[in-house]
Structures are given as structure tokens and as C-alpha cells.
């Protein structure tokens, strides 16, 4: 039997422009000789639909997509991801459901068991669970139906969140091999991750596992694709490729391995994550092209680089923006850097407006904190012109922070924080480094100006500024901003497994928690890490617990 693994790049919602890429697909795998083609979960609507599964004929659309994809399938069967009505009256009024077309018709229809409702998933608001599972008979096979969670194991959650087993079931009700459609976001590790998953399922249970992923950018989330097969006994039999659209055909019957694609290193895995997310982000908003602002500093370097990568140079438009504190080599380092991708770099002065500002201070302003008043409002100033650029032109504006920066609100609001979408919002100051060198390391000329990567770092919003003047050196910080907010340690617990110094550590905690309003009126970031700021960490800004 030959299966045909196609992971496809949805858009949220596009019910009639997914509905003919998936006939495009079907008719390609029957071409190339597959008996069933095997789509990831909820591929019709794209995934995550949200609260579109709340709107006004939503549902209704996409059962008619599915009987109109269904009489596409003739000479050969597939398995379509859509939501479906909840026929038993009572639970929540949809389920997230996988059905088999065959012959023209809806065969069978499979509904999700796990609804995981932890990190950037919330399917409990929308989903009722199945009860029961499907094993369909194909080919002279008996095939076990999951999606996505469906497969995961306690040993892979941190603990039993669920207290059942669907893979297990189904290999006791006789599966004899089991196929996962998935919409698995991307993290750093994660590929790994989830291979060793399959292996270990597949090794427990004696069973095959097919694992058919998601690819593209969907809001702040990527899926990286990797979809793959791994033999009874653990073995990797077929992977596809990563970040991008593949269709892998397996004959389960073949003696030899199929097809097994790379996986890149961490820091490639992680460019070309950021890449997919910029490039679906912007595509799937309308937009064409970006705009934001050219420092001389390296997370605006990094954040052009990818742009440039992920959108062609001739859609990434950048602004110098000089004040009376700017470096000389800042603007030189911008344009040598947009020379180096080919970008333009517009240059516009501040300092008439800085001055304009600085006269109103004097009457109105003065006797607060009146430093603090003028560092913010260049920023400010800035993000302005960012911002009538993108009304003029129709660029999507994008904002350069990096983690760290948005973690201890070294950043300003409605100043460097303005932006439709913030690429590095979740990679921390000192993996953005690794990255410059990375990207240049690989690129055919050096991208990234070497000046910029070692010069100290410096927001230039006053004489000598320099980062280290109010934050511990980056890997130090950055090393406490883990441990606090993707692995989720306390201060006391961070302090008893380091030797970091306790005040400072508490500092940092204490920086973290009262951000948390900047943060909410943060661009979107894209995920890459096991927490982001964003819809992964819900925290109340009024609140008053500190460790």
C-alpha cells in the first residue's frame, strides 16, 4: 500500500483556496501512484481557526468543502482534517475530526480524544472529546486513526494529563499501524523531540507510525512540516522535508527506506523558522513588503536579514533615523548592512523634532523625571515616522525588540514597540548574536557588518549609553530569563541550581512581572521557544504576588 504524507501550508479560514490546493495534492499523489493521500489535522479551515469556529456559517462551509473535496476522490482515498457537528447532544457543539473520503463519499469519520488546553492551545473552548476511536480497513490493513495530542505520552507532557492511552486502545483493538495527523507548532528542539515520540510509541506498541504535520505560518505560530514514518520497531523509515510544503509517497510493503530528508542544526532550524513565520505572516495579512527602522545595532540587523531572506530585497525598506547621541559608525554599520542585502535604508534626522519636543518639556514637563520623558519620547519620535511610512507606502511595519529587551521592558511603548508583527520577540539577546554569526557564517558574503555584532550594544538615547549601564551582561541575564520563563523556575529555585547573585536575580524576576503591561501592548511575536510571550503566557498585569 502506498500513502502519500502531504504536508501543505493552509490559511486560516480560506475554506475555498485550501479546498483546491487539497485537490491539487489528491490528483498528485494519484498520479504519482498512492492508494491514500493523508492530510494533517484540521487542514481544511487551516489550523488554528480560533474563534472563527464561532462565526456564522463557518462550520456549514466547511461540510460543504468536504463533500465537494470527496467527489474528487476518485481511484483513490484520503484523509481530510474539518470540524465536525457534535451529533450526541451534549459537550461542546464541534469536534475536531479527521474523515476518510473514499469513492466520492464521506466513509468514516474520526474525532480527536486529547484536547490539550496548556502553552498556545485552548481546544476545550471549541472541541467536545471522542469517546470512542476509529481503526478503518484500507488496503488489506486495519489503520488506527489519531490526531496530533492523540499520540503523545505522558513521558513527553511532564506527566499523565489525560489518564488514557488512545495509541494504546487502538493497538489493542488490532491496529496494525497507526497514523497521526498533526498541526504541531515548532520550537527549538522540538523535531527531536518528537521523533524520539514516535520511536518510543512505535517500539511500545509494535506498531508503524504515519505522523503527517502541518506546515507554515499561522499568526504567531509556525509549523515545520518533518513529516515521517517510523517502523515497528523505531526506525526511521521516511521523513519530509522541514519548513516548507513536501508530499513524501511510502510503500509500506517496501523492504528499503524511503526518502529521508535532514534535519537542519538549531540555529539554521531556527532561521528558517522565523523566515516561514515573516514571510506567511505578511503574505497572509495582504501585505507585500515591511518597513521599520534601521539602528546600527544588531537585532535590526538580524531582523533585515531574515526579512530580506524570507521576502526578496527588493520588498524590505528600512529608515535610518539619527539624533544628536547617534554614533557615526551606527549609520555607517546601516549602510553598509543594507548595501550587503540589498535593502533601501531611507535616512531622516530627528533632531528638528527632538528639539520641537524638548521646547515643550521645558514649559509643561519640567521637574519630573524628565530624563526618562526625553529617552522615550526619541523612540517615540521614531516609531512615529516607522508608522507614516507603512500608512503611506502600505508596508507592514515591523518592531526589532528581542526577548530579553521585552522581558524586563527595556523597550518602548508606542516608540521601538511599534509594529504589526515582532520577528525575534521570542529569541533571546544572546541567541540573536549566535544568529548573526550563524546566518553569516552560511551566507555566500558576510550579511551582518562584524562592527555590529561586537560593538557593545546601546539604544543611543543619551551620551555613552550603553546597555550593561541598567542590565547584567546578556548571558547572565538571558540565562536567568530562561530558567524564569520557559522553564518556568521560581527565583528560589533559580538561585539554589546557580550561582547567580541573589539580589540581582530577584531584580530581574521582579523587572519581568512589572512589564507585563508593555508586553500586552507588544506586536506579536513568533513562537519559537518552549514559552512565548503572547497567547503561551496568560499573566494578569493587576496583580500583586511577588516572589
Same mark, same amino acid.
Given at each position: 500500500?502506498?500513502?502519500?504524507?502531504?504536508?501543505?501550508?493552509?490559511?486560516?479560514?480560506?475554506?475555498?483556496?485550501?479546498?483546491?490546493?487539497?485537490?491539487?495534492?489528491?490528483?498528485?499523489?494519484?498520479?504519482?501512484?498512492?492508494?491514500?493521500?493523508?492530510?494533517?489535522?484540521?487542514?481544511?479551515?487551516?489550523?488554528?481557526?480560533?474563534?472563527?469556529?464561532?462565526?456564522?456559517?463557518?462550520?456549514?462551509?466547511?461540510?460543504?468543502?468536504?463533500?465537494?473535496?470527496?467527489?474528487?476522490?476518485?481511484?483513490?482515498?484520503?484523509?481530510?482534517?474539518?470540524?465536525?457537528?457534535?451529533?450526541?447532544?451534549?459537550?461542546?457543539?464541534?469536534?475536531?475530526?479527521?474523515?476518510?473520503?473514499?469513492?466520492?463519499?464521506?466513509?468514516?469519520?474520526?474525532?480527536?480524544?486529547?484536547?490539550?488546553?496548556?502553552?498556545?492551545?485552548?481546544?476545550?473552548?471549541?472541541?467536545?472529546?471522542?469517546?470512542?476511536?476509529?481503526?478503518?480497513?484500507? %488496503? @488489506?490493513?486495519?489503520?488506527?486513526?489519531?490526531?496530533? $495530542?492523540? #499520540?503523545?505520552? =505522558?513521558? /513527553?507532557?511532564?506527566? !499523565?494529563?489525560?489518564?488514557?492511552?488512545?495509541?494504546?486502545?487502538?493497538?489493542?483493538?488490532?491496529?496494525?499501524?497507526?497514523?497521526?495527523?498533526?498541526?504541531?507548532?515548532?520550537?527549538?528542539?522540538?523535531?527531536?523531540?518528537?521523533?524520539?515520540?514516535?520511536?518510543?510509541?512505535?517500539?511500545?506498541?509494535?506498531?508503524?507510525?504515519?505522523?503527517?504535520?502541518?506546515?507554515?505560518?499561522?499568526?504567531?505560530?509556525?509549523?515545520? %512540516? @518533518?513529516?515521517?514514518?517510523?517502523?515497528?520497531?523505531? $526506525?526511521? #523509515?521516511?521523513? =519530509?522535508? /522541514?519548513?516548507?510544503? !513536501?508530499?513524501?509517497?511510502?510503500?509500506?510493503?517496501?523492504?528499503?527506506?524511503?526518502?529521508?530528508?535532514?534535519?537542519?542544526?538549531?540555529?539554521?532550524?531556527?532561521?528558517?523558522?522565523?523566515?516561514?513565520?515573516?514571510?506567511?505572516?505578511?503574505?497572509?495579512?495582504?501585505?507585500?513588503?515591511?518597513?521599520?527602522?534601521?539602528?546600527?545595532?544588531?537585532?535590526?540587523?538580524?531582523?533585515?536579514?531574515?526579512?530580506?531572506?524570507?521576502? @526578496?530585497?527588493?520588498?524590505?525598506?528600512?529608515?535610518?533615523?539619527?539624533?544628536?547621541?547617534?554614533?557615526?559608525?551606527?549609520?555607517?554599520?546601516?549602510?553598509?548592512?543594507?548595501?550587503?542585502?540589498?535593502?533601501?535604508?531611507?535616512?531622516?534626522?530627528?533632531?528638528?523634532?527632538?528639539?520641537?519636543?524638548?521646547?515643550?518639556?521645558?514649559?509643561?514637563?519640567?521637574?519630573?523625571?524628565?530624563?526618562?520623558?526625553?529617552?522615550?519620547?526619541?523612540?517615540?519620535?521614531?516609531?512615529?515616522?516607522?508608522?507614516?511610512?507603512?500608512?503611506?507606502?502600505?508596508?507592514?511595519?515591523?518592531?526589532?525588540?528581542?526577548?530579553?529587551?521585552?522581558?524586563?521592558?527595556?523597550?518602548?511603548?508606542?516608540?521601538?514597540?511599534?509594529?504589526?508583527?515582532?520577528?525575534?520577540?521570542?529569541?533571546?539577546?544572546?541567541?540573536?548574536?549566535?544568529?548573526?554569526?550563524?546566518?553569516?557564517?552560511?551566507?555566500?558574503?558576510?550579511?551582518?557588518?562584524?562592527?555590529?555584532?561586537?560593538?557593545?550594544?546601546?539604544?543611543?538615547?543619551?551620551?555613552?549609553?550603553?546597555?550593561?549601564?541598567?542590565?547584567?551582561?546578556?548571558?547572565?541575564?538571558?540565562?536567568?530569563?530562561?530558567?524564569?520563563?520557559?522553564?518556568?523556575?521560581?527565583?528560589?529555585?533559580?538561585?539554589?541550581?546557580?550561582?547567580?547573585?541573589?539580589?540581582?536575580?530577584?531584580?530581574?524576576?521582579?523587572?519581568?512581572?512589572?512589564?507585563?503591561?508593555?508586553?500586552?501592548?507588544?506586536?506579536?511575536?513568533?513562537?519559537?521557544?518552549?514559552?512565548?510571550?503572547?497567547?503561551?503566557?496568560?499573566?494578569?498585569?493587576?496583580?500583586?504576588?511577588?516572589?
Amino acid at each position: 500500500m502506498k500513502l502519500a504524507l502531504t504536508q501543505f501550508n493552509p490559511i486560516v479560514g480560506d475554506l475555498a483556496g485550501n479546498e483546491a490546493r487539497m485537490a491539487e495534492q489528491i490528483a498528485a499523489a494519484k498520479q504519482a501512484g498512492a492508494d491514500l493521500v493523508i492530510f494533517g489535522e484540521l487542514s481544511l479551515v487551516g489550523y488554528p481557526p480560533r474563534d472563527l469556529l464561532k462565526t456564522d456559517g463557518f462550520v456549514a462551509a466547511n461540510l460543504d468543502a468536504l463533500d465537494r473535496l470527496a467527489a474528487k476522490c476518485e481511484g483513490i482515498a484520503a484523509l481530510v482534517g474539518f470540524v465536525a457537528r457534535n451529533e450526541t447532544g451534549r459537550g461542546k457543539p464541534l469536534q475536531n475530526a479527521a474523515a476518510l473520503l473514499v469513492d466520492g463519499t464521506v466513509q468514516q469519520i474520526h474525532r480527536k480524544t486529547l484536547l490539550p488546553t496548556y502553552d498556545v492551545f485552548d481546544e476545550r473552548r471549541y472541541f467536545e472529546p471522542a469517546d470512542e476511536l476509529t481503526c478503518i480497513e484500507f %488496503g @488489506g490493513r486495519k489503520i488506527g486513526l489519531s490526531i496530533c $495530542e492523540d #499520540l503523545w505520552d =505522558a513521558e /513527553s507532557l511532564g506527566r !499523565d494529563l489525560y489518564g488514557q492511552s488512545p495509541i494504546e486502545r487502538l493497538a489493542a483493538a488490532g491496529a496494525d499501524v497507526i497514523v497521526n495527523m498533526a498541526a504541531s507548532p515548532f520550537e527549538m528542539g522540538k523535531a527531536a523531540e518528537r521523533e524520539a515520540l514516535f520511536a518510543r510509541q512505535a517500539q511500545r506498541h509494535s506498531r508503524a507510525i504515519v505522523y503527517v504535520n502541518q506546515v507554515g505560518g499561522n499568526d504567531e505560530l509556525v509549523f515545520d %512540516g @518533518g513529516s515521517c514514518v517510523v517502523g515497528a520497531t523505531g $526506525e526511521l #523509515l521516511a521523513r =519530509a522535508n /522541514s519548513f516548507s510544503e !513536501d508530499q513524501l509517497i511510502i510503500d509500506l510493503d517496501a523492504a528499503a527506506p524511503s526518502r529521508i530528508e535532514p534535519v537542519e542544526c538549531d540555529l539554521e532550524q531556527l532561521r528558517r523558522a522565523l523566515q516561514l513565520g515573516i514571510r506567511d505572516y505578511v503574505q497572509k495579512c495582504g501585505f507585500s513588503s515591511v518597513v521599520f527602522g534601521l539602528s546600527g545595532g544588531v537585532d535590526s540587523a538580524i531582523v533585515a536579514a531574515l526579512a530580506a531572506e524570507a521576502l @526578496g530585497a527588493e520588498n524590505v525598506h528600512t529608515i535610518a533615523m539619527p539624533s544628536r547621541y547617534s554614533t557615526d559608525h551606527s549609520l555607517s554599520d546601516a549602510d553598509r548592512l543594507a548595501a550587503n542585502l540589498g535593502i533601501t535604508c531611507d535616512t531622516v534626522a530627528i533632531e528638528p523634532m527632538h528639539t520641537a519636543y524638548e521646547s515643550i518639556f521645558a514649559q509643561h514637563v519640567a521637574g519630573g523625571n524628565t530624563e526618562i520623558a526625553d529617552e522615550n519620547i526619541q523612540a517615540r519620535i521614531r516609531g512615529a515616522l516607522v508608522m507614516a511610512y507603512s500608512n503611506a507606502h502600505g508596508n507592514l511595519p515591523l518592531a526589532t525588540g528581542n526577548k530579553s529587551e521585552l522581558a524586563v521592558g527595556y523597550c518602548t511603548l508606542y516608540g521601538d514597540m511599534c509594529g504589526g508583527l515582532a520577528p525575534i520577540g521570542d529569541v533571546l539577546k544572546t541567541t540573536v548574536y549566535d544568529l548573526c554569526r550563524h546566518m553569516n557564517d552560511t551566507a555566500a558574503g558576510p550579511y551582518i557588518p562584524e562592527h555590529i555584532i561586537t560593538k557593545p550594544p546601546s539604544a543611543e538615547l543619551r551620551p555613552d549609553q550603553c546597555d550593561q549601564d541598567k542590565l547584567p551582561e546578556y548571558d547572565v541575564l538571558d540565562d536567568i530569563l530562561r530558567r524564569y520563563i520557559e522553564e518556568g523556575k521560581t527565583a528560589g529555585e533559580i538561585l539554589a541550581e546557580t550561582d547567580h547573585d541573589d539580589a540581582l536575580v530577584r531584580r530581574i524576576v521582579r523587572m519581568t512581572d512589572l512589564a507585563e503591561y508593555k508586553r500586552q501592548q507588544a506586536a506579536r511575536v513568533i513562537k519559537v521557544s518552549a514559552r512565548a510571550f503572547g497567547v503561551g503566557r496568560r499573566m494578569p498585569i493587576a496583580q500583586r504576588f511577588r516572589q
